[in-house]
């Protein structure tokens, strides 16, 4: 699976962004997916997660009820809709497969795209 992430940007506080990931190669549907970041100087972190079906989603405290993770197999794509941004989201972002959902809310993932920056200004 090779993965495409975009949707990054600048915004203020309080902001919002949507961060799509497009996916080609194997059947995505068939694979849990997934966000992490990487803040300057901090290690990575697990974001959010989606089962293949879209039918259960997982999220990091840090970011429940302010992000969500959906996808749209029919598009190969899996979306991050962030709101109510905070300078602490500040970090690259990565998009992530693997067959495991489990995997992924545990911090790994097979497959991993290229980061997209997203910087939130105070």
């Known amino acids: 699976v090779q993965l495409q992430a975009s949707g990054g940007g600048l915004v203020q506080a309080g902001g919002s962004l949507r961060l799509s990931c497009a996916a080609s190669?194997?059947?995505?549907?068939?694979?849990?997916a997934g966000w992490f970041r990487q803040a300057p100087g901090k290690e990575r972190e697990f974001v959010a997660a989606?089962?293949?079906?879209?039918?259960?989603?997982y999220y990091a405290d840090s970011v429940r009820g302010r992000f969500t993770i959906s996808r749209d197999n029919a598009k190969n794509t899996v979306y991050l809709q962030m709101n109510s941004l905070k300078p602490e989201d500040t970090a690259v972002y990565y998009c992530?497969?693997?067959?495991?959902?489990?995997?992924?809310?545990?911090?790994?993932?097979?497959?991993w795209g290229q980061g997209t920056l997203v910087t939130v200004s105070s």
């Open positions: 989606i089962r293949w079906s879209g039918g259960n989603t």
């Open positions: 992530v497969a693997d067959g495991s959902r489990t995997t992924l809310v545990g911090g790994g993932g097979r497959y």
């Open positions: 190669g194997r059947t995505f549907s068939n694979y849990a």
